[in-house]
């Protein structure tokens, strides 16, 4: 089995796992060490599948799946420290964080630069709703900086953090001077409308002639106040 066959074959066990950790740890049952995260959650997402690749890498797909998670997604991501002798310490219990760290690795394949950033650009975020759909509301460190309130205001068929995080940067340029920062996750099934009329709302103070579509010139605290407001209403069938 070749490398590359593994790690297609890890990745909807990673998908599988990810979310049931995130759940046990958010709620304050944390595991203790990788050992136990395999003990805990291998026979919930699979049959014990043993492969070898020819260069040294052989296990079981569902401990390979955990242990490259643990690895390159939370302890990359800095929501748990992971020692050399496979012990967990330090957890973080925000979920936005926790999601974020799993896109390090299943979405970006571990990528070293964005693990040194994916915490602090969430880091500022708020999540409010439900839904299986988001609006998402994010600006720009260095404009934040240099205090000019510009914010970009987008929609994902996704809710999750991680995957809000994969659209957004997979929008920002790496020519762009700063980072993107995450405000606001709008967990909602009625994205489309809750996006509509934010940009109705801020029409007048669009950005035009931009690269960057969707920017406008608001401070984020004035979107999160409608987008507040919008889901209230909603909520209580007025809108």
Not at 113 to 123: H, Q
Not at 191 to 208: A, D, N
Request: glycine share 10%; net charge neutral.
């Amino acid at each position: 089995m070749k490398t590359a066959d593994v790690i297609r074959a890890i990745r909807p066990l990673q998908r599988a796992v990810a979310p049931l950790l995130i759940e046990d740890v958010t709620n304050g049952d944390m595991p203790t060490s990788v050992d136990e995260v395999i003990d805990r959650y291998a026979d919930r997402i699979g049959a014990p599948f043993h492969f070898d690749d020819g260069k040294g890498w052989k296990d079981d797909i569902r401990s390979a799946a955990i242990w490259t998670l643990m690895r390159n997604g939370f302890a990359k991501g800095k929501v748990v420290h992971l020692s050399k002798d496979g012990m967990l310490s330090s957890w973080s219990t925000v979920r936005i964080e926790l999601e974020a760290a799993v896109a390090i690795e299943i979405e970006f394949g571990g990528n070293r630069a964005l693990s040194v950033r994916a915490k602090e650009i969430v880091a500022q975020a708020t999540v409010i709703g439900e839904g299986s759909r988001a609006v998402y509301v994010y600006t720009d460190s260095r404009l934040d900086r240099l205090g000019d309130k510009c914010t970009k205001i987008g929609r994902h068929d996704r809710s999750g953090g991680g995957e809000v995080l994969r659209r957004i940067l997979s929008q920002y340029s790496t020519g762009n001077p700063g980072h993107p920062v995450l405000r606001v996750i709008a967990r909602t099934d009625r994205e489309v409308g809750l996006e509509t009329f934010l940009h109705r709302r801020f029409g007048s103070r669009r950005i035009e002639n931009g690269f960057g579509a969707e920017w406008f010139s608001v401070p984020y605290e004035e979107v999160a106040i409608e987008i507040e407001t919008y889901l209230a209403l909603q909520m209580s069938g007025d809108h």
